[in-house]
């Protein structure tokens, strides 16, 4: 795993770099039905905090959901930068498609209907 360069006193926590993001891992994230919830809730393109109550997961314990988040970001599916003791989250749309061409579109659109 390598680490993305840091911006403006920001830094990204590890994930693969978009060469290693493997198919079978990132399906295997996605086979839980909370982060596919969490993907989704990505699918916006927009940074999220990792709030679980602005991600519709209230329901759940925070630690349980940061595991969620941490699965994506190490499966290569998110990034996770960091800006002090904030977290924001973003999809990795453009990784994702350069490595595997309609797979996010398809995923999304099943998961939609």
């Known amino acids: 795993m390598?680490?993305?360069?840091?911006t403006s006193g920001d830094e990204r926590l590890p994930q693969p770099a978009t060469a290693d993001i493997?198919?079978?891992?990132v399906l295997h994230a996605l086979g839980d039905p909370v982060r596919?919830?969490?993907?989704?809730?990505?699918?916006?393109?927009?940074e999220h905090s990792c709030d679980p109550r602005?991600?519709?997961?209230?329901h759940l314990h925070k630690s349980t959901v940061s595991h969620h988040m941490?699965?994506?970001?190490?499966?290569?599916?998110?990034?996770t930068r960091v800006a002090g003791r904030n977290r924001f989250v973003r999809l990795r749309r453009a990784d994702l498609d350069?490595?595997?061409?309609?797979?996010?579109?398809?995923?999304?659109a099943a998961a939609a209907a």
């Open 2 to 6: 390598n680490t993305t360069g840091a």
């Open 98 to 108: 350069t490595r595997f061409p309609g797979l996010l579109d398809a995923l999304l």
């Open 70 to 79: 941490r699965v994506l970001r190490e499966a290569g599916v998110t990034t």
């Open 22 to 25: 493997d198919l079978v891992t």
């Open 36 to 46: 596919l919830t969490l993907l989704l809730s990505y699918s916006d393109d927009a």
């Open 54 to 58: 602005g991600l519709g997961l209230e």
